[in-house]
Nanobody, 123 residues
């Protein structure tokens, strides 16, 4: 049984940093793809980033501020978020299941989800 557990959300002032982690377990495929999504109130869930063994992607609005990395030995993916802005406020989810990492995917490409972690950027 696939299980994804996010951690690291919280409240931070504009310009601050947070580190989100996604710990994955219960799947046999080593070539997994993890996506990070976020959903703000009243908005659609959007893919912020994804990573495979050989490729990673970030949406334009977070490039230069966020980085994504993975630790294959620990089956953990980390989203480092720097220079946070109020518009980054959302519930952040990690997800598993897309066949490869792509900017074309919506949430429908993923079939396993974590419980979500709240990120609030406010002064």
């Amino acid at each position: 049984q696939v299980q994804l557990v996010e951690s690291g959300g919280g409240l931070v002032q504009p310009g601050g940093s947070l580190t989100l982690s996604c710990a994955a377990s219960g799947f046999p495929n080593y070539n997994y793809v993890i996506g990070w999504f976020r959903q703000a109130p009243g908005k659609e869930r959007e893919q912020v980033s994804c990573i495979s063994r050989s490729f990673s992607y970030l949406i334009d609005s977070v490039k230069g501020r966020f980085t994504i990395s993975r630790d294959n030995a620990k089956n953990t993916v980390t989203l480092q978020m720097n220079s946070l802005k109020p518009e980054d406020t959302a519930v952040y989810y990690c997800a598993l299941g897309a066949p490869w990492c792509s900017d074309k995917w919506t949430w429908k490409a993923y079939d396993s989800w974590g419980q979500g972690t709240q990120v609030t950027v406010s002064s």
